[in-house]
């Protein structure tokens, strides 16, 4: 059985990968998913503002970085809870308190999943991922 630095160096890396490819590759990400809402619609219906596809793609990346921000928070406390010095007993409780966070993000993609716009593929990608 993996111990509580184990596991919380594990789930740092992990979580460090992920931080870095929503911030460095959003658009292969977002290709990957199979999401193409960045072209223009043909004729523009009316009263819309004006279509810039270079607006639609910045604004989607800007939202990817943020995330992917959001994303490393976790993987640093979980690499710093792994030094040594820290207790047994507050790594434990960081490792339980991974199980809901992680519970959080598959629950979300089954609740979408019904609903969405996005290919089934992605949610069932991120729901083996977490």
Not at 50 to 63: G, H, L, T
Not at 114 to 127: D, L, Q, R, T, V
């Amino acid at each position: 059985m993996p111990t509580a630095k184990i596991a919380l160096s594990v789930m740092g890396v992990w979580g460090l990968f992920i931080g870095t490819m929503l911030t460095t590759f959003p658009a292969t990400i977002l290709g990957a998913y199979g999401i193409d809402f960045f072209e223009c619609p043909a004729k523009q219906p009316r009263g819309a503002p004006v279509c810039d596809e270079v607006k639609q793609k910045s604004v989607a990346y800007n939202m990817f970085v943020i995330m992917g921000i959001q994303v490393f928070y976790f993987p640093a406390l979980c690499i710093n809870f792994a030094r040594e010095g820290v207790s047994q007993k507050a790594r434990s409780v960081l490792c339980f308190m991974a199980i809901p966070t992680h519970a959080w993000f598959v629950v979300g993609e089954i609740m979408v999943l019904p609903n969405s716009a996005m290919p089934k593929e992605g949610h069932y990608f991120n729901i083996v991922l977490w």
